[in-house]
């Protein structure tokens, strides 16, 4: 289980996340919404070990995140970060490969079964096709899915996406809520994700947590959270919320005056 405890950081003198706390099970999905400048790609930062923690405490199965080193932290969480750069000399291979570098041995070589979970995680996303191309020659969409795959290589129980619907069209949206869904429900892992996208967000998750101002305005179920008066006040927009009558799935809509 992640727990999150009293979280406080930011960047230098300016804090950004405040006193946030936060629980997230094994098996399940919690997607972390919000204004921009909420605070949603700070809190991954801060569970990834990129910014230093300020106060408060971070947990996974009774171990402090806080104090784990690189390769620990390495084994134990992978991240598709929002700001992601491919080396154009890198084949799609190569890049997916690099997910596996917490486990290289002391020859930093890869072995049969590093290999094998590679091309897994290829097949996955809709990647291995594109194993032999050189990165700069894939779309944004592509690439994408590249983060995705070395993530998933890097098998750890605790996945971080930020973002990770940006750049991919309908089909693949779908096909990462499905890769989701199966990956993580029934398993011992748990992925927490920010996203923009609020009915994509409320079909992938178990869980949401609304950041507003860098505090916890709410957090429960989606149908719990994603209510006309709790997101109108965050988003400070008039919103419609229609239900599915076949399956009782909600959606939600700006209401735009002419």
Aim: aromatic share 4%.
């Amino acid at each position: 289980m992640l727990k999150i405890r009293s979280l406080t950081c930011g960047y230098g003198e300016k804090v950004v996340l405040h006193e946030i706390n936060l629980t997230l099970q094994p098996g399940k999905i919690l997607a972390v919404i919000g204004p921009n400048g909420a605070g949603k790609s700070t809190l991954i930062k801060a569970i990834s070990g990129v910014i230093p923690v300020t106060g408060g405490s971070i947990e996974w199965a009774g171990s402090d995140m806080l104090k784990l080193n690189p390769d620990e932290r390495a084994r134990l969480v992978s991240v598709v970060a929002q700001a992601r750069n491919l080396p154009p000399a890198f084949t799609a291979w190569e890049v997916v490969s690099l997910g596996r570098t917490p486990y290289l041995n002391w020859l930093g070589q890869l072995s049969k079964g590093d290999d094998e979970i590679i091309s897994q995680a290829m097949k996955e996303t809709g990647t291995f096709d594109l194993a032999n191309r050189m990165t700069g020659e894939l779309s944004g969409g592509e690439q994408q899915r590249l983060f995705l795959a070395r993530a998933l290589s890097q098998q750890t129980p605790l996945l971080l996406l930020d973002e990770p619907t940006s750049h991919l069209d309908l089909q693949y949206q779908v096909q990462l809520i499905h890769l989701l869904r199966n990956l993580i429900h029934g398993s011992d892992k748990a992925a927490l994700i920010v996203m923009h996208d609020l009915n994509l967000a409320a079909r992938v998750s178990d869980q949401v947590a609304l950041l507003v101002d860098g505090r916890v305005a709410a957090h429960g179920t989606p149908n719990e959270v994603m209510t006309e008066e709790i997101l109108g006040s965050a988003y400070h927009v008039e919103l419609g919320i229609i239900q599915n009558p076949e399956t009782g799935e909600s959606f939600i809509l700006p209401r735009i005056n002419a």
